[in-house]
Every structure is written in structure tokens, then in C-alpha cells.
């Protein structure tokens, strides 16, 4: 079995890359020491995280000279993000620190005077400008990859046409592709790409053959050379819990109760619980299947009792484990990721373990998880940062997750109500007038921020939390809505209108959709970047496949994956 030779530096989710390799017939070893970059015979760097923390690790472990060496030597090289992003000079996101300067540019950052949601997140074309052997025959210019970045390699000078491959739009020009003889290098990530991500690693593996010179092949691929655009995701999501019975389920229920409704019988006492955890399907089974059907991104959220302590966490770590094995698009998880302390000997305090919230987003990154989402702990530190006037504390589970592995690994989950309120001066809390007025004939309200599923409020509003979060290092937001959850009747557009135009991150509405016209609703009017839905595809009411038909339809830009 040929062997690649894979960079770790600790930084993300590797798990499905090696899992793409594996699936390619190919066996990984992982750099321990700087001898092994020179004796690679092929080298996979891929990168997530903070440009500056990147280059401080190669230095420190003595990997920069060697990669410099390998690089200049022109042997397989595959770049992954922030793979790419060291070969050049340096970056705007860590002023003053050297990159590898292979590359005579630097990277930076998105112009969000351009109106943009930064990270850039989500799915776009690519805009081939020169043949190249990394590219399946047949490839079309309406075909997506998988971004997300901050910063990037934009077009500023003739001194990058000899690496430009192919470049992407998104507000203006950047470079998403770099290739120099055996030296390759992608802003996105091919191994969350899909089975057009697959097929770049296939053919990079093929056509720059491990262990011996390139073979060059006529190349079939005509210069691509359209605009592109970013595409409207659609997230399948996936409540998960133990049942009665221990086993881990999907469930759904209407405002927040999964158990299904008892059904009283003449012979049964009247005071009966209410049934069985409602099982909608094994959430690794009801996963492959929205990979198949198209899924943008997965998300599994932790509604259980382990989620009190995740790192003991076995059957949810075990779930991505398995999802990533074949699964190549993001994977997100959320439920309890905080500080902690994991309970010992109860006779002994000394045997408490402290946990960093870092750390147990750390085992969810290794299982497979690409992005972790934060709910409960998010309001907290909001509130904290309010409170404190601004302050950046650098301790709080935003800001640590953020700082290790970058702002789009941080995901913050919102429970918010609405609240009906007479005039705008009834509450000091960020007000809007709706076209939906309250049980008193009430015109305005306000969006309260919700802790514990939605089970306890807190005097905060979203509009307000969201902007700190942001201010912390978030970077998307998962917006949720407990008025609307289960209901089946669209997402709630005011909400989502007022949470896109207090943030620049991007936006994902979630909770109420129910046909395919909600979906493309909400993009057109409220102009989510994302959305997200649970039981309308659990039960099968309507398919991911019919979704992406609509918005097509509707003139609204997607990305179409037919061959899985």
C-alpha cells in the first residue's frame, strides 16, 4: 500500500482527510520530526487556526527549513487553508510574522466594507486558469467547494501568474488554487468537498505519483473562466439522545418535548407518563443518508445526560468517528461544551479533573467534528463581556476555542422568545417593530435570550448577545427560535432580518421550516446565509435533493452533489 506523509500540528479536524486517504487505498504516517518532512515521499500540510500560531509551532519544532527545503526540491507537496497561506510572505491576520515566502505575496483579509459575511463560509465555484492534471475529466464551472477562511491570497501582483491555478469570487478575486510543477496548494478544503473534493485528492495522488518524477497527462479540462458565486447551504441537523433503553436516537419534538404523547387507554390509570423517547432513526445511519441526499453540512447537537460531561462522552465521540468515515462535508456538534469539572471519587475532591472548554472541544475536533457550537456558556459570556463594558477577558470558551483553532470553528447556538412590548422605550433591550402583533394588539418586541433549552431566561436580548459573541471570536451563528420550533409554518423572518443586520458573520436560520418555500423565503427575504432543518427531513416530508430543486428553481445559487 503507497504511503503519504501527513503534517499535524494539532490544529482541527485531520480525521477526514486521513479517512479520504484511506478510502484512496493510500496508508498515513505523520511528521514526528523535522527528518521526516525531507524523507516524505508525498506531503499533505493541512492547516487550520491563527497564521501567526501556525508558523510559531513549524518554527518551534524545527519544521520550517525542511518544509522550505522539500518545497524548493519540488516534490508532492498538498497544501491545505492555512497550508496554503504559509508558502507566501506573511498575513494581515499576524502582522510582523515571516511565512515560508515561497510564494511572493501576502494574505489578506476580506473586505467587509464589500457588505460580506466573514469567514467566508460555504460552498463556490473555482475559475480554472490553466490546464492542470488535478482535475477530474468533465469538470463543470457549476461545480462547489467547500471555504472557510477570514483571510486569502488576493490578486495583486504578475508575480503570482506562474502559481495561479484557479481563483474565486467572492466580493472580489482571490486565489483558491496554487500550482507550481509538484507543488499544489488549495484555500479550500478538498476533503470537505464531497465527492468533487475526493476525486482533486485522487487525482493529486495519481498524477504526482508518490515516490517517483510527475507523469504528465495531456490535460482534457478547458480554462473555466466564470464568475462565481457562494451558495446557499442547507444543514441537516440531528437531535441526539440516549432513549429508555440506552441507545443513541435522533428525536425531534414539538417546542423541545421528545417524547411521544401517551395514549390513554380505558384500562390504564390516569396518571400515565407520557411515552417513549420519540426515535426518529441512529444518528450515523440518518447522516449518510443526508450525505447522499446533498447536505451541505451536518449538525449534531448533544440533547442528552452525557452532555454534562463530554469528555466521558464515548457514544457521542464514537458517532463522529464513524460519520466522518465516509462523510465529506462539515461536521458540527454541540451540547455542553464549556469549563468543567469531571466528578471522581466522590469521597476524594483531589480526584475532580478541571477541563478547559479548549480541551473538550479538542476531543470533539479529533473524533471528527469540524466546528463546535456553543449555546448556554455563549449567553454567559455574553453577558460578562456586556457587564464588563467590552472587555476581553481571553478566558472565556469563545474566545480560548477561537484562539486555538480559529474563528470558524466557533459556532454559537441561540434560543431566543419573543417578547411583545408597547413602545421601544418599554425596555432597554435593542427593539423592533413587527408585522405580527402581540395577544394585547402590541407592535413591537424584542428577542430574549434563553439558557438550558430553552428551559430558563435571562435578562439579555439577541440582538445585543450576538454582536458580543461576535466581538469575542464567534464566527457563525446558529440561529434558532423557540416560538417557532416544531411548528411547521416558516422560519421566523423578522428575527433572522435583525440578527443578519447586528453581526458580519454569517447567519443560519433554523426552527420552523415545513415545505420547501420557507427555504427559499428566507434566503430571499431575510438573506440567511444558511438554514438549517431537523424534522421535516426526518420524517421525510420533504428531501434535501427537493430543497436544492427549489432553490435552483428560484433562481437561488446551491451546490448539487448527485454522486453520492
Known sequence: MPEVTVLDYGAGNIRSLVNALKLLGYSVTFVKE?????????????????????????????????????????????????GLQTLCKGSEESPGTEGLSLIPATVSH????????????????????????????????????????????????????????ATTDYGEEFVSIVQKGNIVATQFHPEKSGSLGIKIIKNFLNNFPIGNKPVTIPCELPVVNEFTQLGCRVIACLDVRNNDQGDLVVTKGEQYDVREQFIMESNQPAAKPKGAVRNLGKPVELARRYYKEGADEIVFLNITSFKNCPLNDLPMLEVLRQASENIFVPLTVGGGIRDMQVPGNNSDPSTIKHHTAVEVAAEYFKSGADKVSIGSDAVYAAENHISSGGVMTGKTSIETIASAYGQQAVVISVDPKRVYVTSPDAVQHHVIKTKYPGPGGEEFCWYQCTVKGGRETRDIGVYEMVQACEALGAGEIMLNSIDKDGTNNGYDLELVSMVKAAVGIPVIASSGAGHVTHFSEVFQTAHADAVLAA????????SITDVKKHLLSEGIPVRMDTEN
Open 110 to 165: 476580506f473586505n467587509k466594507a464589500k457588505g460580506l459575511a466573514v469567514p467566508h463560509m460555504g460552498w463556490n465555484g473555482l475559475k480554472i486558469h490553466k490546464g492542470s492534471d488535478l482535475f477530474p475529466t468533465g469538470f463543470s464551472s457549476e461545480e462547489k467547494v467547500y471555504f472557510v477562511h477570514s483571510y486569502a491570497l488576493h490578486l495583486e501582483s504578475k508575480e503570482l501568474d506562474d502559481w495561479v491555478l
Open 34 to 82: 523535522a527528518g521526516d518532512i525531507l524523507r516524505a515521499e508525498g506531503l499533505i500540510f493541512p492547516g487550520v487556526g491563527a497564521f501567526g500560531s501556525a508558523m510559531a509551532l513549524l518554527e518551534r519544532s524545527g519544521f520550517v527549513e525542511p518544509l522550505k527545503t522539500y518545497i524548493q526540491q519540488d516534490r508532492p507537496y498538498l497544501g491545505i487553508c492555512l
Open 535 to 542: 424534522g421535516i427531513f426526518h420524517r421525510n416530508t420533504v
